[in-house]
Every structure is written in C-alpha cells, then in structure tokens.
C-alpha cells in the first residue's frame, strides 16, 4: 500500500505544481492578468479579465488543494473544468502535438484525464483528506471530477464563450 500512495503523491504534487505554476504565470508573469485577459478576450472568452482571474484562481486553488491532498475530487474537477475550457477554446483547432503551431491538446488532454483518474483514486493515505477523514474515491471521486469539470466548463463556455470569426488565409 505504501507504493500506491506514494504514487497518489507524485501524482497529486506534480499536477498541483503544474496548475500552481499555471495560476502564478497568469497573474504575476509576462502579461501578468492584462495580458492574460486580453489573450482570453482574442479567444471568445468575455470578458477577458474575468476568465483570466477565474482561470487563474481555479489554477491556483485546485493546485494547492492537490498538493495538500484536500477534498481532492473537487481540485481535480477544477483542473478537469480548466483544462476542458482550454482544450475547447484554444488547442482542438491546432491538432494533437502541443509543438504544432497555435499548440495542439496533447498536454491539456493530458491534464484532463489525469485528473479525473485522480479524482476517481483519492488523494491516498499521506494527504489532508485522510487526516480530515474526508475520502471520496471510486465511483463517487470519478462523478465528481469528471461530472463537475465537465458541467462547469460546459456551463462557462454556454454562458461566455463567443467563438471568433475565423478568416480564410
């Protein structure tokens, strides 16, 4: 059993670094959440500068959560959500390879599944879930992290996302 959370561990850290990573760049690197907003915007998403700050709470929120193992199915809903929206919105059109021009979805489909697996496994033995006794696994983590995600980007992307028009080259 200590291989198994030790694997939940690696898994949860690394993607929680990952989306730490990604919510830190947002709102603190580069364009910081102007330019952030402003990419959101060239995308459909509107307003931009609020999809910048709610991608980049989600990024950071579900990242620590991840890291700390707590409520795990709910942070991995939050990457599901994030990563789907992303997916969606900017990497399908460009293919699979993320080398391609535009960026293709292999990196967030990558993200999507891992979380949901995630979700579905539990944060483990070694994290706050445990401690809290607060463990949703099986069945139940899968639903909430796959049906979450998925019901939130859904409901965002209703709601916010206006598709550019695209122009023939």
Same mark, same amino acid.
């Given at each position: 059993?200590?291989?198994?959370?030790?694997?939940?561990? !690696? #898994?949860? *850290?690394?993607?929680? !670094?990952? %989306?730490?990573?990604?919510? @830190?760049?947002?709102?603190?690197?580069?364009?910081? !959440?102007?330019?952030?907003?402003?990419?959101?915007?060239?995308?459909?998403?509107?307003?931009?500068?609020?999809?910048?700050?709610?991608?980049?709470?989600?990024?950071?929120?579900?990242?620590? %959560? #991840?890291?700390?193992?707590?409520?795990?199915?709910?942070?991995?809903?939050? *990457?599901?959500?994030?990563?789907?929206?992303?997916? !969606?919105?900017?990497?399908?059109?460009?293919?699979?390879?993320?080398?391609?021009?535009?960026?293709? @979805?292999? @990196?967030?489909?990558?993200?999507?599944?891992?979380?949901?697996?995630?979700?579905?496994?539990?944060?483990?033995?070694?994290?706050?879930?445990? *401690?809290?006794?607060?463990?949703?696994?099986?069945?139940?983590?899968?639903?909430?992290?796959?049906?979450?995600?998925?019901?939130?980007?859904?409901?965002?992307?209703?709601?916010?996302?206006?598709?550019?028009?695209?122009?023939?080259?």
């Amino acid at each position: 059993m200590e291989g198994t959370n030790a694997g939940l561990l !690696i #898994l949860r *850290v690394v993607v929680g !670094i990952v %989306m730490l990573a990604h919510g @830190y760049n947002h709102v603190f690197r580069g364009g910081k !959440i102007e330019g952030t907003g402003r990419w959101f915007e060239s995308l459909g998403m509107r307003p931009g500068k609020l999809h910048a700050w709610l991608a980049s709470l989600t990024e950071l929120g579900a990242g620590t %959560m #991840l890291v700390l193992g707590l409520l795990t199915p709910v942070a991995a809903a939050g *990457v599901v959500g994030t990563m789907l929206v992303a997916w !969606i919105t900017n990497h399908l059109r460009n293919g699979f390879f993320i080398f391609r021009p535009g960026e293709g @979805y292999e @990196y967030v489909m990558t993200l999507t599944f891992v979380s949901i697996a995630i979700g579905a496994l539990g944060a483990g033995e070694w994290s706050l879930d445990e *401690v809290l006794d607060v463990t949703f696994t099986g069945n139940e983590g899968l639903a909430i992290a796959a049906g979450a995600g998925a019901l939130g980007a859904a409901l965002l992307l209703a709601v916010f996302w206006r598709p550019p028009e695209r122009t023939e080259s």
